[in-house]
């Protein structure tokens, strides 16, 4: 009975039970010798007789029963065997040995979902993370020109960004402001020559709104310099 030998893909004492090689091991050769683990990064099924058996893991490539490569980044395989790993669609990335294109995730300045479509961000929004979520409105302030913006850019000061978020423009009549942000000049004030800040109305000035205006001959500002008054006797 001692001549009786394990076949391939099977191990044991010669002459006894034979045990069959586990998944992610195989036996090329007859007789009571050990199952032989497959290379890094592969697996085989039960059974297998052959160091060809073993088969690249999703997300490495390589020969059958050679040597496993990592998938790099930006690139992703969902089969085992000797496939190529496979582009992310565009604007999009992976991280290193992804295994489903799902993996592949849209890049800063785009949105879309997951392995999907990636859309560049309108002007006046951004996106500065990897992933789908979606792209934002520009914070107050702050505009962004063009399309696929990882981050907005601060209005100058004296300018405030256009309604759609993507021009500076500057502030309006009667209005003054620093950090993109302009504000209504309060009454008896007005914008400075920069339009960064409101001042008093000048001598002889008075207003409202923002806008000061020189008072007619025989009247004068009262205290708040907010209208003109008849002038005092005297």
Do not use: H, W
């Amino acid at each position: 009975i001692s001549d009786c030998k394990c076949d391939k893909g099977f191990t044991g004492p010669d002459g006894e039970i034979c045990t069959i090689c586990e998944s992610g091991k195989y036996k090329d050769i007859i007789g009571d010798s050990d199952c032989i683990s497959c290379p890094a990064n592969s697996n085989s099924p039960s059974g297998s007789d052959s160091v060809e058996d073993c088969l690249c893991n999703m997300g490495f490539v390589g020969p059958d029963g050679g040597t496993c490569t990592i998938c790099e980044s930006g690139k992703y395989k969902d089969v085992i065997g000797d496939f190529d790993c496979t582009d992310c669609p565009t604007n999009s990335t992976s991280l290193a040995g992804s295994e489903a294109r799902t993996d592949c995730k849209c890049d800063k300045g785009f949105s879309g979902s997951d392995g999907g479509q990636c859309t560049a961000c309108r002007a006046g929004t951004y996106k500065n993370i990897i992933g789908s979520d979606s792209c934002l409105s520009c914070e107050a302030g702050k505009i962004a020109i063009g399309t696929g913006n990882t981050s907005c850019n601060q209005c100058p000061n004296g300018e405030q960004p256009n309604q759609q978020k993507t021009d500076c423009e500057v502030c309006p009549e009667g209005t003054a402001g620093i950090n993109g942000q302009c504000n209504q000049c309060p009454d008896g004030e007005q914008p400075n020559q920069e339009k960064t800040q409101c001042e008093v109305c000048p001598y002889r000035y008075a207003g409202i709104n923002g806008r000061c205006n020189q008072c007619p001959d025989g009247e004068e500002p009262n205290r708040e310099k907010t209208s003109c008054v008849s002038c005092s006797s005297g």
